[in-house]
Every structure is written in structure tokens, then in C-alpha cells.
């Protein structure tokens, strides 16, 4: 604390000890109570005038951002099977489930694994009934089965020559997005770019208010806004159950890239001038 503070303070602390001194009456008890607001108010204004004069804090907020352009590949396979009985239709569904996932997996082997990947697979079987439209009752049962495999990569060339290699799976959709190692890597870029700028207009704020450029970061905050593409044509086949046919066609798949936005924003309080010859210490 500083010497006004620091005198103030034992002035106050001795005045309340002498009061407790005082001959116990009713007159000497109701000083003391009056006494002792007085001294405290006294003693906490000073206090907040001292810190609002030694201090002085300002709020800047500030916005950025990037782009990049799209560079991972994502592309949806799916095999289906259908019938009456429900054992005959997950046989057969798993004899080309198992021969789709084992040739992915051969081709992993093979292939750079930054450049491609097995993101999902998945089977299911599931029934599709059809009522009388008269009296309600059930006509018959229908056992439809789907097996899934997710493909993905930057090698968009790699992704579309395995998808389209893979027996009995059709490509369901597929689309182009910004892989998770671009993504950090431009969040990062962001980030520092957004901390430098925040500095710069900080120093500038206290050189044009005569503190000289100097100034100490009290509170800072960064946030950022998710990955946003403008919209763009992407053919996939969204299929509903209930009406689902297993006539499927092959899909063409999209390999066109858009441009994506990342913003972000940074917003904090800056203590401007040098704290070091304070005696007032804030805490961080």
C-alpha cells in the first residue's frame, strides 16, 4: 500500500482501539458505534480514490479472421440386403459387410495413413411392415439390412479411387471439409494474430493518452467461431426407411472444394502506464 493508505489505516486501527478503552456507559457505547462508521467510510473512500487515481483500466475488444480452403474428403459407402426372413437377410449382409471392410482394411495398409482413414462402419437390421389400410392388420414383414463404411483423407485422388473400388458398397455421399490438422493449425495462426494485434492497439491507446506505450494486460479472453463454408450443391442420396429402395446407383463424388471462414475475437482490460512504480498491486 502507499503512505496515505498505510497512515490512514494504523490512524483508523488506533482510533478503534482507544474507543474500546473507553468507560463502559451508554453514551461512551453509542460514540463508539457512531465513531467507528465514521472512520470506516472515511477510511474506504480514501482507499477507492486512491485506486481509481493511481489505476487506469480500459476494455478493448478487437475481431479477425481467416480462410483456407477445404482439403479432406469425406465419402459414405453403404451396402444393402433385404427380405423376408430375418436370419437369411443378416447373412447375406454380413458375407458383403465382411468382404467390404476387409478390402478397406488391406487397402489401410497400403496407403499413407495421414492421407486416409477409416473414420466409421457399421451394420444394422431392422423390419418394415405393411398394415391393411381397412381394418389395421399386419400384412407382412420386410427385413431390410444396411451396412455403412466412412472413408476420409487429403489425398482426395487416394479417397475416391478406394470408394469406388470397394465390391457391393455404392457411395452414398460425400463431401469435402477441412481436415482437424488444418484446423488447429489455423486457429493457432489465428490465435497469435489476434494477440499481436490486441498488443499493438493497446500500445497505441496509451502513447495517444501520454503514458508513453506502456501498459500491463489485466484480463484477457479469445473465443472463436466454428468453420463456416458457404453453402454449395452436394449430391447424397437421403434415403427414408419406411420407403427405402435398394436399387441404388453410384453417387458421383464431390471433390470440389469451397473456401471456409474462421473468425475469432479477443476481448480483455489493459492497466495503462508502468505498474512498477505503483505501490498498488492488482491481482491478475
Keep these: 500500500m502507499n503512505k496515505k493508505i498505510t497512515t490512514l489505516l494504523l490512524s483508523t486501527l488506533l482510533t478503534f482501539s482507544s474507543i474500546s478503552y473507553a468507560e463502559n456507559t451508554v453514551d461512551n457505547k453509542e460514540m463508539n458505534s457512531i465513531m467507528q462508521t465514521i472512520l470506516l467510510e472515511n477510511f474506504l473512500n480514501t482507499y477507492n480514490k486512491s485506486v481509481n487515481k493511481d489505476f487506469n483500466i480500459v476494455n478493448l475488444y478487437l475481431e479477425e479472421n481467416q480462410s483456407v480452403i477445404e482439403n479432406y474428403l ?26 467390404g471392410t476387409e478390402k478397406v482394411k488391406i487397402l489401410l495398409i497400403k ?31 420386410i427385413w431390410k439390412g444396411e451396412g455403412t463404411i466412412v472413408l476420409g483423407g487429403t489425398d482426395i485422388d487416394k479417397v475416391s479411387n478406394i470408394a469406388t473400388n470397394i465390391n457391393n458398397f455404392t457411395i452414398y455421399s460425400s463431401k469435402m471439409m477441412v481436415s482437424e490438422m488444418l484446423k488447429n493449425k489455423t486457429t ?26 506502456k501498459f500491463t494486460i489485466k484480463e484477457l479472453n479469445v ?13 447424397a442420396n437421403m434415403m427414408v ?13 464431390s471433390t470440389i472444394p469451397s473456401q ?25
Aim: aromatic share 8%.
Design 260 to 284: 471456409v471462414n474462421i473468425s475469432g475475437h479477443i476481448n480483455g482490460s489493459i492497466i495503462l502506464g508502468d505498474l512498477s512504480s505503483n505501490s498498488i498491486k492488482i491481482e491478475q
Design 111 to 141: 496407403k499413407d495413413s495421414d492421407s486416409f482413414e477409416v473414420k466409421n462402419t457399421y451394420f444394422r437390421v431392422f423390419p418394415q411392415e405393411t398394415y391393411n389400410q381397412k381394418d389395421g392388420t399386419l400384412e407382412k414383414t
Design 188 to 213: 493457432k495462426e489465428l490465435q497469435s494474430k489476434m494477440i499481436t494485434s490486441f498488443k499493438e492497439r493497446a500500445k497505441l491507446l496509451s502513447e495517444e493518452l501520454g503514458f508513453d506505450g
Design 74 to 99: 469425406e465419402v459414405t459407402l453403404k451396402v444393402y440386403e433385404e427380405g423376408e426372413n430375418r436370419e437369411e437377410v443378416q447373412k447375406k449382409l454380413l458375407s458383403k459387410y465382411n468382404a
Design 223 to 235: 473465443n472463436y467461431q466454428n468453420f463456416s463454408a458457404a453453402p454449395q450443391a452436394r449430391k
Design 241 to 253: 426407411e419406411s420407403s427405402m429402395s435398394f436399387d441404388m446407383q453410384n453417387e458421383s463424388i
